[in-house]
DNA sequence: GTCTATATACCGATAGAC
DNA sequence: GTCTATCGGTATATAGAC
């Protein structure tokens, strides 16, 4: 009986996902999972054919996770800013544990050196959140509770790029200041009490 | 007679700039870079000790040719705003050309896996962009041309991590919206005719 | 499903000739 | 300053035994 929870590829997965969002594609091999996981290298060719099948595999898990997320948020929180707030604490959590940048946004950063089947996943995280985002922004411009002339398609964009670009500013520039404090305050700054 | 322009520590620096930019630090090699240069391996090892070596020192230069970007913005601009659209015109400069990264937004995603020394070079330019931005932003609301409530020092995280952010979501998700038109969006949110 | 052993290629880095 | 040759290490991936 082993006391480890999950499966062999579950376990890889969990292991590759937390190697990645430190130190990126590039920056890990099959061995270093085998070696967390505790078996070896060959084995964890037998879960994943391949270290781009690995990857892909692992951002879409990342996806749908998150995709469950956004549909926990859409059923507990009814205000359209309660909801953005929510949505800021995703990033948060994930950055608040050891400053573990988003998967998709380390990948998205590499995206220009990756196969293209995890470039693919990529896109995909990114569409998804665009997409929920530009919703809940049109429902707070419709609610009153933000008042900028700019569109909800951007606003989308706005909260998405500032998220990302606070856990790698934060990480790099080596800041207290990380995803929660950027996106909040971006939330003020949009929402009617900011002004 | 050689057309190429520069000495050659200043062509592999070039070569090793753009590549990372869009590959990473860990996606080049130093062969890679010798091929393009048009030498050998070892050659490059004679301008450049290490790897570290040569991203530190091309990380200092990238730093000062933005230090001096910003003395020069303030030199041409005497309005806050002015300045503070001057500032987002030099990421979309950079993100205009084959879409290349900010240097230190992709290595600081790669921070936790960069030799000390690049590591270190990557700090400092958010530090210089954070200090130069702070000082914008203030100077942008004693005129009243930004009327949030939100402090200089939260508004200067903002604007940075909005512009590192809109690189790489608009490079991981194919989106043609990039830095200049997320920098702009919130500039106009900020700004009194935004609201 | 895991292992040992191995193929093949590339990595950063060095020695020493020209 | 550039080269050929090479070292030692590691990468992804596979073959085949248990």
Redesign the pocket.
């Known amino acids: 009986m082993n006391t480890v929870i999950g499966?062999?590829?579950t376990r890889v997965m969990d292991v590759a996902e937390a190697l990645i969002q430190q130190r990126g594609y590039?920056g890990?091999?099959?061995?270093?999972v085998?070696r967390a996981v505790?078996?070896?290298?060959?084995?964890?060719?037998?879960?994943?054919?391949?270290?781009?099948?690995?990857v892909a595999t692992l951002a879409r898990r990342y996806t749908e996770r998150f995709e469950s997320s956004l549909a926990a948020i859409d059923t507990a929180r009814r205000d359209p800013m309660a909801r953005l707030e929510a949505y800021v604490l995703l990033f948060a959590t994930t950055y608040a544990k050891d400053g573990r940048l988003c998967v998709c946004g380390m990948l998205g950063a590499e995206a220009a050196a990756l196969p293209a089947q995890v470039a693919d996943g990529v896109a995909d995280f990114f569409r998804l959140n665009l997409d929920w985002l530009t919703a809940a922004f049109r429902d707070a411009q419709q609610s009153g509770r933000v008042t900028t002339t700019q569109g909800a398609e951007a606003l989308a964009q706005l909260l998405l790029s500032a998220l990302e670009g606070a856990m790698i500013v934060g990480r790099g520039g080596r800041s207290s200041v990380g995803p929660a404090a950027v996106g909040n305050h971006l939330l003020v700054c949009l929402s009617k009490q900011g002004r």
Chains 1, 2 share one sequence.
């Open positions: 499966s062999t590829a590039d890990f091999s099959f061995d270093d085998a505790g078996i070896r290298k060959p084995s964890v060719h037998h879960h994943f054919r391949t270290k781009a099948d690995l």
